[in-house]
């Protein structure tokens, strides 16, 4: 280990301020991190990269953004399980000359998420980054034996719904690439601190996970189309959506909804005799009713006359690329 | 995720061929994997970079080596803390255009590590790199509840000890810095052997463990001196290592064994009193007394003769600089 990296361990060390608790025996400074998850639960444990270039931009993204988002979308995997997290891991490599504002910057938008959902910064690892800022982050979390929730639960008239509203990602971004130089002010401040602060789901899931009312779950981190082809090829089976009842955010058009990615919301389905205790709000958070799983395989949209329908192919979301999604 | 991606993820899926077992309820293919710990252990978890140019390079390293030698980083942490490892979690990130054949040479390397050491690939993330490879490396361990040997239990009195021996690593990085091309035919068969191809000390480190001998132990990563001097600093001791009790690796000079890193190598204390129950080969590898620890802080190189000593101070390895260590 280099002195800096040495140095850079410490200087985490004490802004993670990550103290021992019931979960966490032993956190950064031996050759692992020691954790005593509660008693009757399985763990869940999910790796995400943040890397310059492909999942965020200096110049578009302040350090504290980037810190918060990488977290978040470790965060938002465990509350697709309906999770609760207990730990994070930081790999982080940074450029040589890269500022010390910007890595405490990082380390600040970081540790405030990590604070709000009681997930202290348990280890990780640090190098000298030989492009731009690397970073891959670990979310270990746990819920009890046998009710995590999968992607291949969903049955043949399940309904399906969504959580928040859709679209907003690729909005912030496609503004952020038109204007290509710094931060822009743009103009759907909600859409705005939804893409640079995302809130992972993590009350809702939980609320869904302890009363039993989903099968299946996933985060919408590729987009509606792509996630939900993924809950029926791991279920086996086939979906309608209803366009109207899609939740479009504000300056967003049905296609941002369907396809663009970058959004941490909840698809899920329930039993059909679950539909009376599905509230609208969770936590805070809308609920909106999608669509209905089918035996036939395939995903159709159905159009608001209900008369006609059209397939809806998954589309591959591409980081930052915000690429036109193909016509449906 | 881009369609590329999720062939990526498949084929990864396939070439690592992971089970569900007893541990791993659900590996690759949802938000999480989710596992089940052995009752009564404490989990033990270590993250670990492993990126071109820094840690590897394409030119001088085969797939095959760059797959076992990211995997055997995280190993090596687990075997420190003399941990039983559960599963692995791969994020790896590939430059565009790196060829098929590329990405299962290192898969083949890095499953016939896993396989050997019966460590399912549970999980990870894929992304296109902006850069040269970049792998971060999740082992997940576990150990009986308070037993995971730390850093900081070394006590005054206690003898220091060292498996196998050490420079192997900083010599053969020395040749293939020498010449620049390809990958050279070396000198030293077993050195070269042992950097392309280093063996986690799972075994001697589990074998320590269960028969409470040691008071701390570490792996030898960033080399002897520095390594040493974490075990100092954490335990809040001094040292003295003997000179001529240093296992000198055949073509290494004194100064590589005692600064140079890239080692897989455990660095153990264990009370005077247990001196007796620690024999000289362990697992099949040799183990050698070092030296004492003290209550003057510092750590002291007291020569053959015994008649003179030096103050030993922890160099800083940096990663394939193999630069000559400072003079000692």
Chains 1, 2 share one sequence.
């Not at 999942?55 to 609760?84: K, N, P, Q, T, Y």
């Not at 710094?182 to 609320?207: D, I, M, N, Q, V």
């Not at 039993?212 to 792509?226: E, N, P, Q, R």
Request: glycine fraction near 10%; charge should be positive; aromatic fraction near 6%.
């Amino acid at each position: 280990m280099s002195l800096p990296e040495r140095k850079l361990i410490e200087r985490i060390r004490r802004l993670a301020g990550a103290k021992s608790n019931a979960v966490l025996a032993c956190g950064i400074g031996d050759d692992c991190a020691v954790l005593r998850p509660p008693r009757g639960h399985e763990l869940l444990l999910t790796t995400d990269f943040s890397l310059e270039g492909v999942h965020f931009r200096r110049e578009w993204h302040s350090a504290d953004a980037v810190g918060h988002r990488c977290l978040a979308r470790g965060l938002s995997d465990i509350a697709a399980m309906g999770g609760v997290p207990l730990a994070a891991f930081l790999s982080l490599a940074l450029p040589a000359g890269l500022s010390q504002d910007w890595v405490d910057g990082f380390m600040r938008g970081f540790t405030r998420l990590a604070k709000k959902f009681n997930t202290p910064l348990a280890g990780g690892d640090t190098a000298q980054s030989p492009g731009g800022v690397l970073a891959d982050v670990v979310v270990l979390g746990s819920a009890p034996r046998r009710t995590a929730v999968g992607r291949s639960g969903a049955r043949v008239g399940d309904d399906i719904y969504v959580t928040g509203s859709l679209g907003s990602g690729i909005v912030v971004l496609r503004k952020l690439q038109e204007r290509r130089r710094s931060r822009p002010a743009l103009k759907h401040p909600a859409a705005e601190r939804k893409h640079f602060y995302p809130t992972p789901r993590l009350e809702a899931g939980r609320w869904l996970r302890e009363r039993k009312l989903v099968s299946a779950m996933i985060d919408i981190s590729d987009g509606l189309s792509t996630e939900l082809s993924h809950i029926c090829e791991e279920s086996q089976v086939g979906a309608w959506i209803f366009q109207p009842a899609i939740p479009v955010a504000p300056g967003a058009t049905l296609r941002d909804a369907l396809h663009g990615g970058d959004e941490y919301e909840l698809l899920f389905t329930a039993p059909p005799g679950k539909h009376d205790h599905i509230p609208d709000r969770i936590a805070g958070v809308a609920v909106h009713w999608l669509g209905t799983i089918t035996k036939a395989r395939g995903m159709w949209l159905v159009a608001p006359s209900m008369k006609s329908r059209q397939e809806l192919k998954p589309e591959g979301w591409q980081h930052l690329e915000a690429r036109s999604p193909q016509r449906v």
